[in-house]
């Protein structure tokens, strides 16, 4: 539980600093759609990171299988919210150029996301496979 509330303190401290820093500039259609795209993405990105609690890991390794919240409807919110974020982000700083990361970033995901599944399905079997037939990505 120690992470999370790491996660969470490192969340509530970055993001009044990159608010502000950005706060002067003019609002424009994108920029505030990048805001309204980042702000719900990064709470449930907060939320999932909260959720997945110890099963949490840098490395693909299997300790317990989460199915409550909203890895009860996607397999990887971490990833799904976390790419919208930062589109969102972007669109906010009004650098759409930089979306071009994601090319890097969402394969990257999905790569890492198979190898999880592996992990997963290894250790947990038919419950897995189960979990997995009833969510999204």
Not at 42 to 70: D, E, M, N, P, Y
Not at 72 to 78: C, D
Request: hydrophobic fraction near 60%.
């Amino acid at each position: 539980m120690k992470l999370n509330y790491i996660t969470l303190a490192v969340a509530v401290l970055i993001l009044p600093v990159v608010f502000l820093s950005f706060l002067g500039m003019p609002w424009t259609a994108t920029r505030i759609a990048g805001l309204a795209i980042a702000v719900p993405c990064f709470l449930l990105l907060v939320l999932a990171r909260i959720q997945i609690g110890r099963a949490f890991s840098v490395q693909a390794k299997a300790t317990i299988l989460v199915t409550t919240g909203l890895y009860s409807r996607i397999r990887n919110p971490i990833y799904v919210f976390g790419s919208l974020a930062i589109a969102g982000f972007i669109l906010w700083i009004n650098q759409p150029r930089l979306l071009l990361f994601l090319l890097v970033l969402v394969p990257m995901q999905f790569f890492r996301s198979r190898k999880e599944a592996k992990v997963l399905e290894e250790k947990f079997g038919a419950a897995y496979l189960e979990y997995k037939r009833k969510t999204w990505f």
